[in-house]
């Protein structure tokens, strides 16, 4: 039994009455066992649906419609099944690394490729049987995104601490060759899979042909609750600009022969090292964007097309004076941009907070770690400030809470001043500042 949280205004779920606390049975005779199941089986143009009324009686919904058109029923768990638990043991995970005390659900390590296929998390495939790969194949559930790490398979059973992870050019292969498209991620640890080692995984992984799509390569992140843990380190700037070196190479090679650059660095190494962003045309449309991979070169483009397309006509006409929080290492970008603004928007005033992670510990520099205890710490506003601005990523998806349970409400609360939440694109960005995302 699957419970409907949501009926979608206007669908053809309201048409038939279907209603939130109904719960779906079968579809077309056939149990949903999970989300996979049920997109597979709409896909027919012609469905039967059973479904228990929140009184208990059971209706059947016979319904015709266009073979991909969906119902606009949203349900109270989004994979209409349990997410399968990750049986690794990490010497990065993140998780591992997380203080005590904090909300249940943020210990829960899923790797679950039917939520790499619904929301774009990554799975190692460690947990996946020949029966399930060929689901994946039978459902074209498609784009997945892989962990990879390395593709060395001793090193890739060490260092995801899982002695059936030496599989996975085996199952990436199967996937590709099956028009399964793969995005891959690789979490580099110094000493580990850097290096000659971090090559290997790049050239293994282009081999596997157009249907692995992309590839990721994002720093280790070290909180500073890592007790017990196998003893890692970050890399120094050196590091990673030797990273950034060998990637630069690599892509020049790929992008001849293939047309693609393939694989792409998240915006910490160009960070850490302090070389350059790469233009904006080479993220090719940002194939990893939530892997924080090209996200600072996408806002500050985005802020400059604005204004030159729009920003320039009424610059006088705007007096604001708002507080943006960021975390430290996109700190000096956002400084640079509000500089800019200042400049053109005379009657504008930005003030630019860094937030140092005193939660996790300092060596968590992106803003998407943020708590809003460390915002209340060190974020201080004025009599005159007319908002405090927060990036999307501060929040849990979907929602208004922090990573710590403080809410956009508390926030304000605390400042006495509204708590405006800034949208990833370049024009959100500008319009928060000059007029509170009002758009005219």
């Not at 949203?74 to 990490?90: V, Y």
């Not at 397309?309 to 507080?323: K, P």
Request: one cysteine or more; proline letters at 3%.
């Amino acid at each position: 039994m699957h419970i409907i949280k949501e009926v979608l205004k206007d669908s053809i779920a309201e048409e038939v009455e279907i209603e939130a606390g109904d719960a779906l049975l079968s579809v077309n005779g056939q149990k949903i066992e999970d989300i996979i199941d049920y997109i597979f089986l709409l896909e027919e143009s012609y469905v039967e649906l059973e479904i228990q009324k929140k009184s208990g009686e059971i209706w059947i919904a016979e319904i015709d419609k266009e073979p991909e058109e969906e119902l606009g029923i949203i349900f109270e768990n989004p994979i209409i099944d349990e997410a399968k638990r990750c049986q690794n043991n990490c010497v990065f995970c993140f998780i591992d690394q997380l203080p005590k005390g904090m909300r249940e659900t943020l210990y829960f390590k899923d790797d679950d490729s039917r939520l790499s296929f619904l929301q774009g998390n990554f799975v190692t495939l460690t947990n996946m049987s020949e029966a399930k790969l060929e689901r994946i194949v039978r459902y074209r559930i498609s784009p997945i995104n892989v962990s990879v790490h390395t593709t060395d398979p001793e090193l890739r059973v060490k260092m995801l601490g899982n002695r059936f992870a030496g599989k996975i050019m085996q199952q990436l292969k199967y996937l590709t060759e099956h028009g399964i498209v793969v995005n891959a991620q690789v979490v580099l640890c110094p000493g580990y899979n850097d290096g000659e080692k971090l090559v290997q995984t790049i050239r293994d992984l282009e081999k596997l042909g157009e249907h692995l799509n992309s590839v990721a390569v994002v720093p280790i992140g070290l909180s500073n609750h890592r007790q017990g843990l196998t003893s890692m380190r970050g890399f120094t700037s050196e590091e990673s600009a030797n990273v950034v070196k060998t990637v630069a190479a690599i892509q020049t090679e790929i992008l001849e022969s293939r047309g693609s650059r393939f694989v792409f660095l998240a915006d910490e190494f160009y960070i850490l090292s302090g070389c350059p962003l790469p233009p904006y045309e080479a993220y090719e449309g940002f194939l990893q964007y939530e892997d924080g991979v090209g996200m600072l070169r996408k806002l500050m483009d985005e802020v400059h097309d604005f204004i030159d397309l729009h920003g320039r006509e009424r610059a006088s006409a705007y007096q604001r004076n708002v507080v943006i929080v960021t975390g430290t290492a996109a700190g000096p970008f956002i400084k640079a941009l509000a500089n800019e603004l200042m400049t053109l928007y005379k009657g504008i005033h930005i003030s630019v907070v860094p937030v140092i992670n005193e939660f996790f510990g300092e060596r968590i520099t992106v803003s998407g770690l943020v708590t809003g205890k460390d915002i209340m710490a060190q974020v201080d506003v004025h009599q005159e400030t007319d908002a405090v601005l927060l990036p999307i990523n501060m929040l849990r998806s979907g929602e208004t809470v922090l990573l710590d349970d403080i809410t956009v409400e508390m926030l304000e609360a605390h400042f006495n001043k509204p708590v405006r939440i800034v949208d990833i694109s370049g024009r959100d960005f500008v319009d928060a500042i000059i007029n509170g995302g009002n758009h005219e």
